[in-house]
Every structure is written in C-alpha cells, then in structure tokens.
C-alpha cells in the first residue's frame, strides 16, 4: 500500500494552549512527518502564492474571509496525478471548523476514484470538525476511512499515537 500526505501547515506565530508563541516548524508539518516516519508514505506540502499573514490573528481573519467567499487561493506548485497512491491523507489545520481553503484548491483538481483518504487535523479544541465531511465532498470518488485529530499544541510530542493510527489504518 502507497501513501500519500497532502498537507498543509503554518509555522510562525500560533495559537498554543490559549497564547501566542512563534514556532519554527508547523503542527501540522510534524504530524505529516510523524505519518511519513511510520509508513514511508510521501509528502506533499501545499503552499500558497499569497502567503497569510504573519500575524496569527491578521491570518485567521484571511482564513475566515477566504472561506465565506469560497475562494481558492492560487498555489505555488500542484499536484496532477495521485494513481500511483492507494491512500491520501489529507492533513490541515482545523481553520473556522475545516480545512485551509488552499488544501481545496488542490484536493478539486484531482481524481480520488478508488482512493482511501484520511483525515487529519491539527486544533486547539475543535477536533477534527468538518474534515471528514469535507472530504467526502472535494475528494470525489473516495472513501473517507478513520480520522485523526492531534492537539495543536501537542503535535510535537504526539509519534505514538500518530504511528500507531498510521500503522493500523495505512499498512
């Protein structure tokens, strides 16, 4: 079985355990590491031609604008083809109760006929949200299998649990 995380993730100023704190590499960013780490699946990181802001409460702002107007912000480099995967994770943070708009832009340009996709989100209280059901939406063609959501402020201490959901639901 081949592997696939497209995520998305933002490192600089977060929300951690109710504050700010500047953090080198995004939550989400480890935890699609952590998935890699387990079962040799490849990344795909989605990037934005317009980057958000840096502050983390501008950013939030942009999300909730982006996501009221349905945008799809343009991204730096696509993916075309995912037929060599049997699974995709889907991976985000969870931004007004579902993915980053820009994880949407890409998920719309690709074909999940007979794929398993899996939902991940990284948060600070809000679970795995909308992922799921987002994914049944954008991710046409695929069955949404078992979701994972890992506390934000607790991605980077999280391999156990992430290996160990990656391996019983990706091997």
């Known amino acids: 079985m081949k592997t696939l995380v497209i995520y998305y993730s933002r490192k600089g100023e977060n929300y951690f355990n109710g504050s700010l704190k500047i953090i080198e590499k995004g939550n989400t960013c480890r935890v699609a590491e952590f998935i890699r780490d387990a079962v040799g699946a490849d990344l795909f990181e989605v990037e934005t031609v317009k980057e958000y802001s840096k502050s983390y409460m501008t950013c939030i702002e942009e999300a909730k604008a982006e996501l009221k107007a349905g945008a799809r912000p343009e991204l730096k480099k696509y993916l075309d083809d995912i037929c060599g995967y049997d699974n995709i994770v889907v991976a985000g943070p969870c931004w007004w109760g579902t993915y980053p708009m820009a994880v949407i832009t890409q998920l719309e340009k690709l074909d999940f006929t007979g794929k398993k996709v899996f939902p991940v989100m990284t948060h600070e209280g809000s679970g ?26 607790d991605a980077s201490e999280s391999p156990p649990e992430v290996e160990a959901r990656a391996l019983k639901n990706l091997k």
């Open 128 to 153: 795995l949200s909308g992922a799921p059901g987002a994914l049944k939406k954008y991710c046409r063609g695929a069955e949404v299998g078992e979701g994972l959501a890992i506390h934000g402020a």
